[in-house]
Every structure is written in C-alpha cells, then in structure tokens.
C-alpha cells in the first residue's frame, strides 16, 4: 500500500476516533454533570480565563464575522436584471441574507456577552464547534487522500 494512503487511513482513523472520544465524552459519560458544569470561573484568574476566552473568543467572531459579511455583500450587491425566462422565478436571497446577518449579529453579542460573564458555555459550545469542524477536515483530508488515485503510468510507479 502507496504511504499517502497510508497517511489517509490514519487520518480517518485518527479524526473518527477523536469525534468518537469526544460525543462519548460529551453526551455518554457526562450527561448527568452536563447540566451544571462545576466549574465557576469567577474563580479562576483573570489571565487564565482570558488565555482560554481570548483565541476561542476570536476565532469564534472571525467565522461569525465571515458569516455577516457574506449576508451583507449579498444584500448591498446590485444585481444585472435577470434574463426574461427568469423572471418569474421568485428570489429570495435577500431575505435570508437579511437572517444571515441578523442571525451572526445576534451569536456576536451572545458571544460578547456570555464571555464578560465568564459563563462556561459560552465558551464551551464555540469550543466545541472549532473542535469537530477541525476534526471533519482531518476525516475529509483522508478520505480525499485514500480515494485518489495515482496518474502515474504502471513503470513510473515501481521506482
């Protein structure tokens, strides 16, 4: 078996594990503490709450600042007028940008907020979100990886 596809395999098996670890973690083995989390942290330091609270809380408004910013291109964008058979197609885009970027407007400032409280789940359920994204690319990398084939001609591929 070709090392890529080696690297593939472990990358699925890698990312399906981690995502495995972490529902099981998360949903089977702490349900009954997932209700009050335990950790109140207005008591931990000032510098240690913004060393978690500062990288999880910016990468969070950088994915919620993309989220408004393509809601809000799409409706300030001047459209050419459609062909005629088009016409009677109704359009709705501007109407869900309109909730794109009210949607992203209003996880902001939950963001915001729930981090000056030093609420756990504000920065938990972001954290949480980053992490499975992260994990889904691995998975998605190797299986890309294991699927692809190789264009090199029979001879080439023996050296």
Not at 62 to 72: E, L, S
Not at 80 to 92: C, Q, T, Y
Request: charged share 10%; with cysteine; net charge positive.
């Amino acid at each position: 078996m070709p090392r890529p596809r080696i690297y593939g395999y472990i990358a699925v098996l890698a990312g399906l594990s981690l995502m495995g670890l972490f529902v099981y973690s998360l949903v089977i083995a702490g349900g009954e503490q997932m209700r009050f989390s335990g950790i109140e942290l207005h008591s931990v330091s000032n510098f240690t709450f913004f060393s978690i609270a500062v990288p999880i809380g910016l990468v969070s408004l950088a994915v919620i600042g993309t989220g408004f910013w393509i809601g809000w291109t799409i409706l300030t964008i001047k459209v050419a007028s459609p062909m005629p058979e088009i016409i009677d197609k109704k359009d709705f885009s501007k109407i869900k940008a309109f909730f794109l970027c009210l949607i992203s407007l209003g996880l902001g400032v939950l963001l915001i907020y729930g981090i000056y409280i030093k609420n756990f789940w504000a920065l938990a359920i972001p954290a949480a979100a980053i992490s499975l994204v992260i994990l889904g690319a691995v998975f998605w990398v190797g299986i890309a990886i294991i699927t692809t084939r190789s264009t090199l001609p029979e001879e080439k591929e023996q050296t």
